[in-house]
């Protein structure tokens, strides 16, 4: 969250002429993590992978 954050606050204060996320922002050579779609997905694969191991890693029984 902290990535998305600080990314998008980057690109809301410094002066530029982006607009909206295309190709073009690879032909102007903008990183890759400036993007916030790439936070969005790296949210949803830690989101799913911290359920799965919550799962895999709870005790089949209760402890006594």
């Given at each position: 969250m902290i990535?998305?954050?600080?990314?998008q606050a980057?690109?809301?204060f410094v002066p530029n002429k982006l607009g909206w996320v295309s190709?073009?922002?690879a032909e102007?050579?903008?990183?890759l993590y400036l993007s916030f779609a790439v936070w969005?997905?790296?949210a949803s694969v830690g989101v799913f992978?911290?359920?799965y191991?919550?799962?895999v890693l709870l005790?089949?029984?209760e402890p006594r």
């Open positions: 990535g998305a954050a600080s990314s980057y690109l809301y190709p073009k922002w102007l050579g903008v990183p969005e997905w790296l992978a911290y359920l191991l919550l799962l005790p089949a029984d």
